[in-house]
């Protein structure tokens, strides 16, 4: 298994900075996934890490190999497009074999490899097929047998779900990573959709504007982001201004949101904000609709109350701001008439904190600065 070291890399295009100074270590057989918004760079590190682009500075390492100068065919890694890219004129067995004749293997041995492979991707029997009497689907795994065929180093996948529709991407999604694991190969995963790197990922690093925002655990990023950005882009997130008007019990601060007080948490050390940005998840407020007298109680206007089986999602208004509510298995009573006043809680321990201008995170006693 090899690991990926991307040392302060960076990247333009003319005037455009794709990448600004990228650093990243991968462990070996990690699923690691690069996550941000259309245009933030993932493409373009991916591809450098390929070997498709040259980096303007910085270092790639596979394993304890600096490939900067090495050409793409002899960095041995295996890529999975979003468009597919199977050679439509080439039989399931023949796009799955091009690699390993490329590289002029015996034909036993590309034989048992493609087979191999096929029977992986669960598409024994294929061999004969061309791609355009393939679903979506099945193309894409012609894509992912046909990288895996060669044994790379590492696997690098590109959006390889996008273009399939919903409910074959949570298929698939799982299946990619469950070969992953299978080979242990380490891979990198591109993807601007949240839910599946959450999903899929071993660690994620949010991206934005060429710049890596935070790499961690799937838990960790959705649990403990590092900043505004992070958090309102992987899941909702609420977010209020407030200002800090005193302490208050051990460990938490009074503040005042949006006319309401509201207990938050300390942050660690020295403080000194009067303003500050408090935000939370929509499933961490509890008791809405009828529930006078909670801790932390806040009222807003329903805007609207979608009923979604599982749950209810409200949509409030507060001080002119939108505010996103979410009740699990709901109760008649939990779906609130548009113009009726809600009331629901934040528990304080699920309240994070934030700087107003800078965005980062304000620690909060007990955790890591
Ligand atoms: P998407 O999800 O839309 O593919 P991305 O995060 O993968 O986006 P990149 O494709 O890496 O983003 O692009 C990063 C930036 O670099 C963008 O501003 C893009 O317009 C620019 N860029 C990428 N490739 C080129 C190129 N070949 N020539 C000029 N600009 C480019």
Redesign the pocket.
């Known amino acids: 298994m090899t690991s990926i070291r991307i040392a302060e890399v960076e990247?333009r295009?003319?005037t455009?900075r794709?990448?600004k100074g990228v650093s990243l270590a991968i462990e070996p057989g990690e699923l690691f996934t690069?996550l941000?918004?259309?245009?933030?760079?993932?493409?373009?590190?991916?591809?450098t890490v390929a070997g498709f682009?040259r980096q303007d500075s910085g270092d790639i390492f596979l394993g304890d190999e600096l490939v900067n100068d090495e050409p793409a065919y002899r960095r041995e890694t295996g890529m999975v497009f979003q468009n597919y890219a199977v050679f439509p004129h080439m039989s399931v067995f023949e796009n799955v074999a091009y690699g390993l004749r490329v590289r002029r293997l015996g034909r036993k041995d590309i034989t048992q490899r493609v087979e191999a492979a096929l029977r992986r991707v669960r598409l024994e029997g294929y061999g004969e097929r061309t791609p355009d009497k393939l679903s979506g689907g099945q193309q894409q795994r012609v894509g992912l047998a046909r990288a895996m065929a060669i044994e790379p180093r590492v696997l690098l996948l590109?959006?390889p779900l996008s273009n399939l529709d919903a409910k074959l991407r949570v298929e698939m999604r799982t299946e990619i990573r469950d070969i992953q694991k299978q080979l242990g190969i380490t891979a990198i995963y591109?993807t601007?959709d949240q839910e599946e790197a959450l999903v899929i990922s071993d660690r994620i690093a949010v991206?934005d504007g060429?710049v890596i925002q935070q790499v961690g655990p799937p838990w960790a990023i959705y649990k403990d982001p590092a900043n505004l950005f992070v958090a309102a882009f992987v899941g909702s997130m609420n977010l209020i201004d407030a200002e800090i008007l005193g302490e208050g019990p051990s460990g938490f601060l009074r503040a005042n949101a949006a006319g309401c007080e509201l207990l938050v948490p300390a942050p660690a050390g020295h403080y000194d904000l009067r303003r500050i940005r408090i935000a939370f998840r929509p499933e961490d407020a509890t008791g809405t609709g009828a529930a006078p007298g909670l801790a932390n109680e806040l009222r807003a206007t329903v805007k609207t109350a979608s009923f979604l089986g599982s749950a209810v999602s409200l949509d409030l208004e507060l001080g002119g701001r939108s505010i996103l509510v979410e009740r699990a298995r709901p109760g008649a009573g939990d779906i609130l008439e548009p113009g009726s006043t809600a009331s629901f809680a934040v528990p304080p321990t699920s309240i994070l904190l934030f700087h107003p201008e800078t965005g980062e995170r304000v620690t909060a006693v007990g955790e890591e600065a």
């Open positions: 990247k295009f003319g455009v794709a990448l690069l941000g918004p259309s245009g933030c760079g993932k493409t373009t590190l991916l591809r682009n590109d959006e591109v601007h991206m060429g």
